[in-house]
């Protein structure tokens, strides 16, 4: 038995894919079907050999896939998926000739290899016009089928912890693996297509930082700290100019670490006002008097480019002050259902999300798929939260079993958000809807 991995496969173009080749040497695992239908979502196992008596470098395989309408033998114009072990594991694809606005489209998009994971791949459009959807662009790009839906009626994918994937100083047991929920920036985080941030600033050094903390038996704080504000900030600038996309950060679990461990504090006035004066220093805030942010469709929102709303939670529009409704709201105009399950047990997560979209499917609702680590796993590090969240995010494809077009949910939110799954689980979703 070798290492293994998923392929997770969209079809939303307007024909199906007939596989008309399908070769494979010493591969222990190549599971593509015979026929991927128009408008479906196909999950490939795939798995390499590591026989002691093979040689593991010549492992591969390919398959190729033409459009249901071109009944030659050996069409021009395919889509091959391909696993190589040349110098390391990976898996491609290769667009061949493809029809796209006018042109021909050629080219290989390496989908690397992620033991025991879920590597997502997705081709949309219909006939002399398909198209590879840039998840950097994935609202504007869709824009044409979504645009007149309130922003309450689509998915968005969210960042949990979006500012942990770097350790920049903290307490004695803030370690890499109870504390780092993420593998990339958030400027990477947005290229990937998330689009909601859970950012948790914190004072450390004098310094505004995103932060991930617990209070241990009432006694001390333990945690670290992440990414800075001022280097969020000039990502959200550098990802919003010339592009239309919404960009949601939510504020909460504000601390103070400058005040002794076991004083550590929410925010004073002072520190809050001090925090949004460095955030107006975003490009493109959102100015609205709405009552509520969620009922405004998207045409409207990205009229004239990119917006970004800051949500506080935890404070009111007075201490908000001249902020409000400049680029600044409450939770009364962005209220999130958000709860988690507290489990680390993947079926056990799966049920209580599920379950819990099903009781507020009325409210603006945030699916945690993320799992928790135990005490045992936070103290020894048997397993990180960056490991539970691998397991989390290779079922991240479940989800579409529970959606309808009247049951999904609005932000599809997980951690180690370093590739495009979910956001391609959530343009799937919002397929439904149009």
Known sequence: MGQGSHILIKNQTDQDWVCFHNHQYQ???????????????VKVYVEFCENIFKHEHDDAGEVKYKFGSDTSANPSCYLEFGASYKHDRDVYVNLVNIPS???????????????????????????????LIDPSRWMEQTLSRIGGFPLKDISIPGS???????RNGGTAF???CNTLTQTGSVGEQLANGARYFDIR??????KYMTGHYSKIIDATWQGANGESISDIIKEVNSFTEGRKEIVIL????????????????????????????????????????????TQIKLNDFLSDGSKVIIVVEG????????????GFYTTKEFNVYNRYANTNDLSKMINDQVDKMKAHSD?????????????SQAVTCSSSILDLAKEANANLDRVLDFVSPSLYPNIVYIDKFDDTLATMVVLKINDGRT
């Open 201 to 206: 600033p914190v004072i450390a050094a004098g």
């Open 363 to 375: 409210s603006y609702f945030l699916l945690s798929w993320t799992l928790t680590q135990s005490t």
């Open 174 to 176: 803030g370690r890499d």
């Open 27 to 41: 591969m222990d695992g190549w599971g593509f079907p015979e026929k991927i239908e128009s408008g479906s979502v």
């Open 250 to 293: 939510n504020l909460s679990h504000t601390l103070n670490t400058d005040v002794g461990n076991a004083s550590y504090r929410k925010f004073n006035d002072e520190e809050w006002t001090t925090l949004f004066q460095q955030l107006a220093g975003i490009n493109k805030l959102l100015f609205s008097d709405k009552s509520d942010l």
């Open 101 to 131: 606005n006018g042109n021909l489209l050629n080219k290989t998009i390496d989908l690397g290899w992620d033991h025991d994971g879920t590597m997502p791949f997705a081709l949309y459009g219909s006939s002399g016009d398909y198209m």
């Open 160 to 166: 949990h912890d979006a500012g942990m994937y770097t």
């Open 315 to 326: 404070v009111d529009s007075k201490k908000l002050g001249e902020y409000y409704r400049k």
